[in-house]
């Protein structure tokens, strides 16, 4: 291009760039789009709990109805005539409402809530109005109507439902600038929580879902913003290698369960061999898992890490006004339910206005025919003449009626048939009228005691539709599972003390123990300090490192046993402390913290075991007693800050472990909560007992087995039929009273428990034998009651003692036969005194607060010569073996 040319084109004022500035555009045309999604979309009405597409397609399937089932692309393509949108959003909206099963009777396949697959094309389904929706949904007489998008049709403003469906159903929708999610609730809950509010009594909602499983409501917030469900899905265990799933949390599917678990597994938090997915009308997956894995442990793993744990947060907005509202499920259903009380008033209304004009001209028609006043209108001429002497009959015998006669009144008359006035009866005509006036009473009355009317609707809607409605999903509080005590280890993890290394990647390094990508790890050092970093290939914590394990947050049972220098030539210290909470990739020193410190000993002591150990000092000047032992058991455990006391200020040479020690911590408390079904140490539900590593539960069922076990905080209680559920106490016999299928009498056993490793029965192998009475204590008494028999004298009741009637025996014995007499029933009474033998008082220490300690420090250290003795106290512990290091 000529330069002049370019230079000319440059210059033309009509190629310049123009800028659109867009805030009338935003302000005209989103706003106008972000309400018409909001009103028109996305967003139920608070009135009938219907978004506008769901509402269009009730009302064409009432212009549809004819009691017949219709193709559901037939329903589609009609409700097409009041919805602007394709065919897709209508047939994808009545199908989530067929699956609902509320308001829509389906044929064929309509999809599958349980695995998410989706129903079949419109053309092969088909529908029509429940029962339920043509008594609750609809009533043209107290509808409002408007014009449709295209003027050509009227359309509902909202439907008259007289019940809470927004609630029943639920709602979910993402608009512009704002989103709705209102849970679904249970049919029968909704109707008693109606009741309650009309009677001016206290409710309260919580949702239920068509997946049942099981859900925490405690933090439901009446379905406000800022409120959370956790839902579970139900998994029991079959046998000791399969788990089974039944039901799963709302908002999930099997494929997606099922997804969530391979990818758990692949990402090494939980193991299995593999799942078997068998749903069809019910929901069963099989899980199937190694040997030698807990499903205990993997039925909180899989909650812990897959989606059999959802947790949902609720938002109830609806449109009231064309304006959005943010409500709770108690106000919708206030609302609802006053709305329904208007509702039926205005049908009340309306079927009075009715009755009353039936009853009107009723009484027109008899005065008209039993009077004979159409004779009147023989000579006249005009129609004028004929209304006017028709009116004048009547004249002399309307006082009663309610209202003034009209001319339309006076037509009406003028059309009846000569046949029927032939076939007039006065008798069956006063019957019609008295009739009517019994049914204008009974409304005048609905409407003088509504609330009560109001009631017995929703008794009517409880009684006729409740059949199959009840609550599936199981209201539960849940435990916090702690995802470090349940995910699977299946990384290892080395050291490299010289150097000072630890990860999972130094695979030619000293191993050390296996553990998970959630571990933290803590690593003591040669010059006395500690850090505490998570799980990494490779991680450089301090070189020289003398301990490192997995470590456990809040654990008071792992004590460190450690005598240290400080300084380069200072004292020697003892002390013994407990690591509970640290900040991570923190350095902490243990020592005193004088510069050349060093640890002459130290060991990780999982239960609280203090072992004796003997100190050899290097000779020096005048020192008589160069070696003697040191005991901590006489050592109290306090903070990890803690200075400790002076074992020596000489010159120490080695120190070595004499004699291994026992744990010197008392028994740990155990609870059980009965409401998570779990046990616990922080004082919720039933206390178990005290119980030390070797102790065990005793667990008894109505099926007659009985097993010990031991008492880990992650065992699961999920069986209804315990009977048993108690510390057991190896010398304490175990007395029942059982039914004897081939004998058909009751037989009376007392056994110990001899292999705790071993589940055993204690009924015989007859399908009819069952287990009556179960006793536990030292002295147990019982009381048979017997039938009473026709023409005998009636026995008296047999007091037992059992201790007295069998002797301990093995737990496979028969027994002795208890009676042959017929027996009502048998009852426990209280057991006889028995005084247990005091138990030998242990030693025990005390975990003292680090802060007290630390105080105690600065104000006085206390001191020994060669060897310190300190008082005993308490602290929890996890079995396991103790790790020492000598230097």
Request: charged letters at 30%; hydrophobic letters at 35%; proline letters at 3%.
């Amino acid at each position: 291009m000529d330069p002049k040319e370019q230079e000319g084109l440059e210059e033309d004022p009509s190629t310049e760039e123009t800028i659109t500035r867009v805030t009338g555009m935003y302000r005209e045309w989103f706003l106008d789009y972000a309400s018409y999604v909001i009103l028109e979309r996305a967003v139920p009405a608070i009135e009938d709990g219907f978004k506008p597409v769901q509402r269009r397609i009730m009302h064409s399937m009432k212009d549809l109805d004819d009691g017949r089932y219709n193709k559901v692309a037939n329903i589609v393509g009609h409700t097409m005539q009041y919805h602007p949108h394709g065919d897709a959003s209508i047939a994808d909206a009545m199908v989530q409402i067929g699956q609902k099963d509320l308001l829509i009777d389906t044929q064929g396949n309509w999809g599958n809530v349980y695995t998410g697959d989706s129903a079949a094309a419109s053309r092969y389904i088909e529908a029509r109005l429940s029962k339920f929706a043509l008594d609750v949904v609809f009533n043209p007489k107290v509808t409002e109507w408007q014009a449709s998008y295209d003027g050509r049709k009227k359309e509902p403003i909202n439907l008259p439902v007289k019940f809470p469906l927004l609630l029943a159903q639920g709602a979910e929708g993402i608009a512009v600038g704002l989103s709705t999610k209102v849970l679904p609730h249970n049919f029968l809950e909704l109707i008693e929580a109606s009741i309650k509010h009309l009677q001016g009594k206290r409710f309260q909602l919580v949702p239920d879902f068509p997946t049942g499983g099981i859900m925490d409501a405690t933090n439901y917030n009446d379905g406000l913003r800022g409120g959370k469900i956790r839902s579970r899905a139900r998994i029991l265990q079959q046998d000791k290698n399969t788990l089974v799933i039944t039901e799963i949390p709302f908002g999930t599917t099997t494929s997606s369960l099922i997804d969530s678990i391979l990818k758990a597994n692949d990402k090494g938090k939980i193991k299995i061999k593999r799942i078997e997915d068998n749903t069809a009308a019910e929901v069963e997956i099989l899980v199937h898992i190694p040997s030698g894995i807990s499903p205990d442990k993997t039925i909180d793993a899989l909650y812990a890490f897959t989606n059999c744990e959802t947790s949902i947060s609720p938002l109830g907005c609806v449109i009231e006004d064309n304006k959005p509202l943010f409500i709770g499920v108690s106000e919708m259903l206030r609302r609802s339910t006053d709305l329904t009380v208007e509702l039926l008033k205005q049908e009340l209304d309306i079927k009075l206005n009715e009755l009353e004009e039936q009853w009107h001209f009723a009484s027109l028609e008899r005065i008209f025919i039993e009077n004979r006043i159409y004779r009147d209108i023989e000579e006249e001429e005009t129609w004028e003449g004929v209304i006017a002497a028709i009116d004048n009959g009547l004249q002399p015998h309307i006082k009663h009626l309610k209202r003034e006669v009209t001319e339309e009144d006076i037509v009406r008359l003028t059309e009846i048939r000569i046949k029927r006035i032939s076939k007039f009866d006065i008798d069956k005509a006063q019957q019609k009228i008295e009739a009517l006036e019994a049914q204008i009473a009974e409304v005048k009355h609905h409407l003088a005691h509504l609330i009560e009317f109001a009631i017995d609707y929703f008794k009517r809607l409880k009684k006729e539709y409740g059949a199959g409605k009840e609550r599936k999903a199981e209201i539960r509080i849940f435990d916090e599972i702690q995802k470090s005590k349940v995910v699977i280890r299946n990384t290892k993890l080395y050291v490299n003390r010289e150097e000072g290394f630890v990860g999972t990647s130094l695979r030619k390094d000293e191993y050390v123990t296996d553990c998970s990508d959630i571990d933290d790890v803590i690593v003591f050092t040669e010059d006395g300090k500690m850090m505490v970093t998570k799980v990494d290939t490779k991680t450089f914590v301090g070189k020289n490192i003398i301990h490192v394990a997995i470590f456990k947050k809040k654990d008071k049972r792992t004590i460190y046993n450690m005598i240290y220098r400080d300084g380069a030539r200072g004292a020697t210290y003892v002390k013994r402390f407990a690591v509970t909470s640290v900040t991570r990739d923190r350095e902490y020193d243990m020592t005193n913290g004088s510069k050349g410190s060093k640890v002459w000993y130290f060991t990780a002591n999982t239960n609280g075991e203090a072992e004796i150990v003997t100190v050899h000092l290097r000779q020096s000047g005048s020192i008589k007693k160069l070696k003697w032992d040191l005991d901590f058991a006489d050592i109290l455990v306090k903070g990890r800050r803690s200075k400790g006391n002076i074992v020596t200020k000489y010159a120490v040479k080695r120190i070595e472990l004499k004699e291994k020690g026992l744990s010197t911590l008392k028994p740990r408390k155990i609870w059980f909560d009965d409401t998570v079904q779990r046990l616990n140490v922080d004082n919720r539900g039933e206390l178990m007992g005290e119980f030390t590593s070797e102790d065990r539960l005793l667990i008894i069922k109505q099926d007659g087995t009985v097993k010990t076990i031991i008492p880990e905080l992650t065992l699961r209680f999920d069986e209804d039929d315990i009977i048993v559920l108690e510390k057991w106490e190896p010398k304490k016999p175990i007395s029942a009273i059982y039914w004897e299928g081939e004998k058909e009498l009751f037989y009376v056993k007392r056994f110990l428990i001899e292999n705790p490793d071993r589940e055993e029965n204690i009924l015989t192998e007859h399908t009819d034998s069952y287990l009556e009475r179960v006793f536990t204590d030292h002295r147990p008494m019982a009381e048979v009651v017997f039938v009473k028999e026709r023409n005998k004298d009636r026995k008296d009741n047999l007091e037992v003692n059992l201790e007295e009637f069998i002797a301990v025996k093995g737990i496979t014995a028969m027994g002795n036969q208890l009676t042959k007499d017929k027996v009502l029933e048998i009852n426990a009474l209280s057991p006889l005194p028995y005084e247990a033998p005091e138990p030998v008082p242990a030693e025990e220490i005390d975990v003292v607060d680090e802060e007290s300690v630390e105080a105690e420090n600065n104000a006085q250290e206390g001191t020994s010569s060669e060897a310190s003795s300190d008082g005993g106290g308490t602290a929890r512990h996890d079995e396991g073996e103790g790790q020492t290091s000598l230097f």
